[in-house]
Structures are given as structure tokens and as C-alpha cells.
């Protein structure tokens, strides 16, 4: 059995973001004797963690590393994907990408080295939460040390390559040569890499999950839209906005939880909706307060027009409670929604008018009708993105590789 986890994180448990591993953290801890957490990135706010969590905040040895970023250069899979840059349009951006990506790695490696001077190294689990550069550093340590376990998961702008401005993302074929498994949170994810990687090794799927929570009753007392992101452009908040300016003979408040360079500019927007129409902005918060105002003030509907996702964790807590939603159909956001049964599938790119009537065809439901679909949204956790039954399938897999 192993007994000892290295997690790398972009920033958990620091700050606000990854807030879906404030749930899988407590599940990890249990099959775990230890887990070390390697956050890239770090912030002042620090979460809770289990007891046997700690944290290594991560340390930059030596900015630049040239000697050893053109010995990987001379690697096979590497370098065939270099060579391979001459036919692509954007060869002079994409280069960079991967130069830069490469050294992070090597960077991700080094710190590991000195880490793992005081750990067992076959006793040891190591996780990247995300694919990309530190996924890059742990298919480096395995190539070194081909009996050690190295997992990771790929969710969205990690896999998909038109979510990056080049339309690449570097090394996966070395990535996943050199790993024992990608968990994909989607199906579609699978597919997308079976179809567009040139993957080495076959991908998984682990679904995400969310804990249960109690089926809300209908609100009686008025309609609570509400919506939960980062206020940047993939997610196109203010595709909301317009939507809602065009309501205008009846009632109802919007609800965003979440922040970001965009933040500003909708408060502005916002300004011209009229007077029926109540916003309240929430900014950034904590997960848990999130929840908690679920619980309290029973919203009708969440709402989500990304441009990409993976599968939406914000569409999952609302489920949790029987909140019906609206959503994009991007990535694997229709495994969990399902149209005109727990909610509203919209199609990638909307029209303004198509997301104000989707808002009010939920509003104007029969009771029976919404019920049906509060009923069904909060079903689709307990069978398909429950948290204690898909990390305890999720965990026991990784303990059984050798």
C-alpha cells in the first residue's frame, strides 16, 4: 500500500481557487497515511486542511535552466513535437509556449528532488490536479524512475487545444507516455484526447463529485437566478446581462458569486437593466458560503454561458440542492445536464434572445413541472457525481497501481 501522497496544486489550499478540492482533500486523507501538497502559487488566505495534509510551498531554483532544457530537447517525443512546429501557422508562439513550459517543469522537478531526499519514493503517489506543467515534471521523474505511480487529472484549457490562443498544448504525448494514468473529468475529455492527443497510453475517466445535500423545496416567494464564476471573458457573464435586459414585464433577482478582470465593467452594465430586475454581487467568497446562501435563500436556477469548461463543479453543489440550471453545451456540460430534464441545454454560442427564454421558461413552469426538474437535477448527484462514492472508487484505483 502506499502511504504517501504528493499533491501539485496551482494554488489549494491557498486562496479561493479549486475550491472542488476542499471537498476531494478530505477523501484523499483516509486512503493516505501522508500528503504532501505542493501549491505553485500562494496568497496570504490559507484553507483548512486534514491533519495529516502539509504544505510545501513551492520554491524557484534557479529562474532559467538552458543546459537542461536543450538535453529534453534531444528526448524522441519531444523532440519530434518541435520539429513538427515548421507546418503550424503559429510556430514562432508555440515555441515559446513550450520553451516556457519546459523550464517550469524542469523547475517542478528540481523542487521535487529536494523534497523527495526525505520521502520513500516507491511508497509515493504523485498527483497533479492539473495537465500541464507540473504533469510535464512528473512524466520527467518518472522516466527517471519508471516504477514510481504518477497520475493526473485533465479538465478543461489543460486539455482542450482550442482553449489556448495557439491552438496547442505542449508535450502531451510525453506526458502521457510517462504516466501511469490521465483522469479526464469528462467523457468528452476522453474522447477528445483519444481523437487529438496522439496519447501514448489510454485515458480514464474519474468523475468529479460533490457532497449530498437535502432536496430544497420550491421557492414560493420569488424567482432567484443565480450564477457562480470567475467574472473573465471565457465565461461571458455578461451574455447574462444582455439576456436580462431584454426582460422587462417581470420580476426576479440575480445572484453572482465570484470576481475578476471583467468584475468591474458588468457592474457598469448592470446599471441599465431595469428596476424589476434586482443584482446583487457577491464578489469572491468562500466555497462554503456559497453553500450556505444556497441553503438559506433556495435559488431557482443557476445559470453558466463558458465558453469551455470541463464539467462545471459550480452545476454539480447547485444539483446537490435541487437547483435546476442553464448551461452551455461545451465540454462535458451535457453528462450532467440534461435538456428539459434537469434544466436547460443551450447550444455553444447562444443568442441573447435563446438565454431570456430559456431564464423564462424555468420561471413559468407549473409546479408539478418544476418540481420534476428540481427532482432531477438533485437525482443526477446521488447517481452519477457523488463525492463519496466516486473518490473512494477514484482513490482505491490509484492504491492499486503498482
Known sequence: M????????????YGNAETFLETEINFASVFFDKINIIPLNKTLFKRKIPENCFVNDFEIINKWHVF?????????????EFLKLILKKNRVGIAKTMIVSLNKAIQIDFFLQKLLNKQTI?????????CDDSALALALLKERHPSITTICRAHGWDLYFET????????????????NQIFTISNTGKKYIQERWNAKSEPNTAFLGVNSNNLLAPNKNEFILVSCSNTIKIKRVELILYALQQITNTSMKWVHFGDGAEFENLKEIAQTINSKIQIEWKGRVENEAVMQYYKKENPSLFINVSSTEGIPVSIMEAFSFGIPAIATNVGGTHEILIDNYNGILLKENPTIEEIKSAILKIKNLDVNEYEKFKFNAWNTINKKFDAEKNYKIFYETLLNFS
Open 164 to 179: 489556448n490562443k495557439y491552438n496547442h498544448l505542449p508535450f502531451k504525448p510525453f506526458i502521457s507516455k510517462y504516466t
Open 2 to 13: 502506499k502511504k504517501n501522497l504528493f499533491l501539485i496544486t496551482a494554488l489549494f489550499p
Open 68 to 80: 537542461k532544457i536543450i538535453t529534453l530537447l534531444r528526448k524522441k517525443l519531444i523532440l519530434i
Open 122 to 130: 516507491q511508497d509515493t503517489v504523485f498527483y497533479s490536479y492539473w
